[in-house]
């Protein structure tokens, strides 16, 4: 095979796109992974940090990418040898820890819709009820 044939087959199976700065690799099974930003505008974050890490976000390591994905590395500072681009350190966690996390916001939540139904129900007067219309829109993304 030629190198022209290569390049011909290589195009056939990929269409092109414009370049994404934060391209990540596919997410290991059982593992969702985000972004998490160390610096902003040249100033570091250490708080954004510190918080992501306490909530179980760890960094991804390079060794388990897969050859074919080629990754940016910090080569110097404290995030060296970590997948990331322009103040920006890919990170995973356990989908199991995901579900936990989700779980707790979710709980917290529904509280405190239960305690603003309970407050409404207490300042409601005789002959003049409160109407409330229950409704919600979850969106994702650029909707």
Same mark, same amino acid.
């Given at each position: 095979m030629t190198t #022209?044939?290569?390049?011909?087959?290589l195009s056939r199976k990929k269409a092109w796109r414009?370049?994404?700065?934060l391209e990540a690799?596919? &997410?290991?099974p059982g593992y969702k992974q985000r972004w998490v930003a160390t610096s902003i505008l040249g100033q570091d974050n250490p708080t954004n940090w510190a918080k992501r890490m306490r909530e179980?976000?760890?960094?991804?390591?390079?060794k388990t990418v897969? #050859?074919?994905? &080629?990754?940016a590395t910090i080569e110097h500072g404290k995030f060296a040898g970590y997948i990331g681009v322009e103040?920006?350190?890919?990170?995973?966690?356990?989908?199991?820890?995901?579900?936990?996390?989700?779980?707790?916001? &979710?709980n917290k939540t529904?509280?405190?819709e239960l305690a603003v139904e309970h407050d409404l129900h207490r300042s409601e007067q005789p002959?003049?009820?409160?109407?409330?219309e229950h409704r919600s829109k979850t969106t994702v993304g650029g909707e």
């Open positions: #022209k044939e290569t390049r011909d087959e414009p370049p994404s700065l690799p596919p &997410a290991r179980g976000w760890q960094p991804r390591d390079p897969s #050859k074919d994905f &080629a990754v103040g920006m350190v890919l990170c995973e966690m356990p989908e199991e820890l995901i579900s936990q996390r989700n779980e707790y916001y &979710a529904r509280n405190q002959g003049n009820p409160i109407q409330r």
